[in-house]
């Protein structure tokens, strides 16, 4: 099957500290992917790298053909992402946010509507479409934020928590929008999340990485196998281990240390 993403011997360093350690893995075109690890384990980092936030200290990645030290502008064109915390201006409407997000990727005005109106009708949104978003419930925030991330149609949808802080009523139906997505346009989903069981439900291959390495990679099935568990949840924990991971320090964290140091000490 054709790889959308190719990640080779990838790595990110801070200073001293290096977040991620020279990690490989493949993402196939079509398929529901998802990268776990426990807290500080290089996930956020790694992500970041792929979404061409921050630059790779080493290694190369590759998405949808195109190096991504060389085509960050092309790259950022395959790929719509929707993040944990909610990027959508409050005091817009539904149909305005889109709006917006049309014209910054240069969706031409013939087809802008026609792009906006079908999502909003497909993610049960069109009803409230001239309503303020600060008045949506946090379920019909994500179904939004999705909308308007392909509303550029991109192959790749990248989903940080895409769940988190949803009743199971709607988890449920984002999750039947996503599967209806990924079938109907063949596109890619790759997947953050801390629930085992939203994984093992919806995922077809995972990445499991901790201390800036993988630590395992493959189905569901064959990662439980391999660990001799009958749920994810178990097999994360048996090659991850089951202490309390605190946070590691995040890029801003290095670069600040990295402004006082310069300053003689002293904050500005």
Avoid: C
Avoid at 218 to 241: D, N, V
């Amino acid at each position: 099957m054709e790889k959308i993403i190719e990640v080779k011997n990838l790595s990110k360093s801070f200073g001293e500290f290096q977040a991620v350690g020279g990690i490989s893995f493949n993402v196939k075109k079509g398929e529901v992917f998802s990268l776990l690890g426990p807290n500080g384990a290089g996930k956020t980092t790694t992500i970041k790298m792929l979404t061409t936030l921050i630059e790779p200290s080493s290694g190369s990645v590759h998405i949808g053909g195109l190096s991504l030290t060389e085509n960050k502008i092309a790259i950022r064109r395959q790929f719509g992402i929707v993040f944990q915390d909610s990027s959508l201006d409050d005091d817009l409407t539904a149909e305005e946010n889109m709006f917006f997000h049309a014209v910054l990727y240069g969706i031409s005005r013939k087809t802008r509507q026609e792009k906006i109106s079908a999502l909003l009708k497909f993610f049960g949104l069109w009803e409230r479409r001239s309503d303020l978003v600060k008045h949506f419930s946090g379920g019909m925030k994500k179904r939004l934020e999705i909308a308007r991330a392909l509303s550029h149609d991109p192959p790749l949808l990248f989903l940080d928590e895409p769940t988190s802080g949803l009743d199971p009523q709607n988890r449920s139906r984002l999750w039947e929008y996503l599967k209806e997505l990924n079938k109907k346009m063949n596109m890619t989903i790759f997947l953050t999340t801390h629930s085992m069981e939203e994984v093992e439900k919806v995922s077809e291959r995972i990445v499991i990485i901790d201390h800036g390495k993988v630590s395992a990679e493959g189905t569901p099935e064959e990662i439980k196998t391999r660990t001799e568990t009958k749920t994810l949840e178990e097999a994360f924990l048996t090659l991850t281990g089951r202490d309390i991971r605190e946070d590691v320090p995040t890029e801003s964290d290095h670069l600040r240390k990295g402004r006082i140091l310069w300053s003689g000490g002293r904050k500005r």
